[in-house]
């Protein structure tokens, strides 16, 4: 299978502080990964996509400068949110795509929920 | 860009009936139409997908059908259970292309 990881699986911070999500693939080497953001009941909203040693690609609407992209090995990328606020709290998910795969299928972590108080 | 629509946005059924979920989509040029599943707090699973050179794809008690022409793709669940209760997002992409658009998602409770 493909299998991906994300840590923490549930964070609560105070309004203004950061926090960093880590979403890694541990048997597969991920060119592509992507972050989503979910609101209860509601769909998966794509902030970014960020291959391995680029430029993560925000999309309208998500400040690139509030959640900070890295990708910069195969296996890891991380999403932090800077001076996270009450409406940050949400379930970050991120996916990813491997050379060794079907080009179109991505595999999705387990998720983060986000609580700022 | 792309936009896929969903419906219905919840759909309740009595164990053992079937469940229909449809999908319209926008650009005739994707070709790629994946289904997941995602229960309360966890992570989507993929549950099956299917190309644009196929018109039906079907894995046990789950299939999809894909109606180019129409830009409609549908999810059938036959002899639904209550472990099928979840919510069931499609999605379309161009193969190449990076992003998976997603629909709205449909809420899925079977009763028993």
């Known amino acids: 299978g493909a299998v991906v990881s994300q840590h923490p699986s549930r964070v609560i911070c105070k309004s203004g502080t950061s926090v960093k999500i880590e979403c890694r693939s541990l048997?597969?080497?991920?060119?592509?990964m992507f972050w989503y953001r979910q609101f209860p009941k509601q769909s998966l909203m794509l902030m970014a996509t960020?291959?391995?040693?680029?430029?993560?690609?925000?999309e309208q609407g998500v400040e690139k400068d509030k959640f900070l992209i890295n990708h910069a090995s195969l296996t890891l990328s991380t999403l932090t949110v800077t001076s996270a606020h009450p409406e940050d709290s949400s379930f970050y998910i991120c996916?990813?795509?491997?050379?060794?795969?079907?080009?179109?299928?991505?595999?999705f972590g387990p998720g983060t929920r986000l609580l700022v108080l | 860009g792309e936009n896929v629509e969903q419906h219905p946005s919840t759909l309740s059924v009595q164990e053992g009936d079937s469940a229909v979920i449809k999908c319209t989509y926008s650009d005739s040029a994707s070709n790629y139409f994946p289904w997941y599943k995602q229960e309360l707090g966890k992570r989507p699973q993929l549950i099956i997908d299917?190309?644009?050179?196929?018109g039906e794809k079907k894995d046990q008690r789950i299939a999809v059908t894909l109606n180019k022409t129409a830009k409609h793709f549908s999810l059938h669940i036959t002899e639904t259970q209550p472990e099928d209760s979840a919510v069931y997002f499609c999605?379309?992409?161009?193969?190449?292309?990076?992003?998976?658009?997603f629909g709205t998602g449909t809420r899925l409770l079977v009763s028993p």
């Open positions: 048997d597969f080497q991920a060119t592509t």
């Open positions: 996916s990813a795509r491997g050379r060794d795969r079907a080009p179109e299928t991505q595999y």
């Open positions: 999605a379309a992409t161009l193969t190449g292309f990076q992003k998976l658009v």
């Open positions: 960020s291959n391995e040693g680029s430029k993560a690609t925000y």
């Open positions: 299917i190309r644009s050179n196929v």
